[in-house]
């Protein structure tokens, strides 16, 4: 077990250009969370995946993002014409799914800081 | 999801019990709750999760009343490392997603 991970770890681009960040759940990991957090907030949900589907979006994911987990294993959330308001630490988490009354417990990844120009 | 509400911050000395209580008046049967830590500029770090009564681990224990509305954190014997963010958060397992929902947290200062 070699917990989450993700790249790049910071990543600097200009306004309108197109980014994207990698993540890396625990192995046996079947759940994958995407959130976003800004200084002084707590992270928000922003889509997370069951296996290779994606199952829920938030509100707060505007089209210009999207995200994919093309075999299950890891994960690419991408940002297209960045904004200025995109910047942000993004956040990956894993969790293994069980039955009704089993304790899911999300592992975070130590995230990866956009700042755009 | 519960709300949660918690103090936004603490201080405490070096070697001192630190407890932080959390607020969930309207948790459902199924919610559990859980506690992360996060410093700056990291992911948040999983420290205890609970159900009902008391739960304890090597670096923390989570005391739950019956009521369940509430929960407290206890950190034994704090250091300054442990100057962090924390955060409690109620959710449902089971079948459907468990998207967190995180709140501004309490921001612990350990002071020497």
């Known amino acids: 077990d070699t917990g989450v991970s993700q790249d790049p770890r910071h990543k600097i681009t200009k306004r309108g250009q197109n980014v994207t960040f990698r993540c890396d759940p625990i192995?046996?990991?079947?759940?994958l969370y995407w959130y976003r957090q800004t200084l002084g907030q707590g992270p928000e949900f922003l889509t997370y995946?069951?296996?290779?589907?994606?199952?829920?979006k938030s509100r707060l994911l505007s089209d210009r993002f999207s995200a994919e987990r093309p075999k299950g294993s890891f994960s690419t959330l991408e940002i297209q014409r960045t904004e200025q308001g995109d910047s942000a630490m993004y956040l990956c988490a894993s969790s293994r799914s069980g039955g009704q009354g089993f304790q899911e417990t999300q592992y975070f990844g130590p995230g990866t800081r956009l700042l755009v120009l | 999801l519960a709300k949660t509400t918690q103090p936004i911050s603490m201080d405490s000395y070096e070697g001192q019990e630190v407890n932080i209580t959390c607020s969930h008046n309207?948790?459902?049967?199924?919610?559990?709750i859980t506690w992360y830590q996060q410093f700056p500029s990291q992911g948040p770090r999983f420290i205890i999760q609970g159900y009902k009564t008391k739960v304890t681990n090597e670096v923390a224990s989570l005391f739950i009343p019956a009521d369940r509305k509430s929960s407290t954190l206890s950190l034994p014997r704090v250091s300054l490392s442990d100057t962090a963010v924390y955060y409690c958060l109620v959710g449902v397992s089971g079948a459907g997603s468990y998207q967190l929902t995180f709140g501004k947290g309490t921001k612990l200062s350990v002071i020497p």
């Open positions: 309207n948790i459902a049967t199924n919610d559990y």
């Open positions: 192995s046996e990991h079947n759940r």
């Open positions: 995946f069951q296996n290779e589907a994606q199952l829920e």
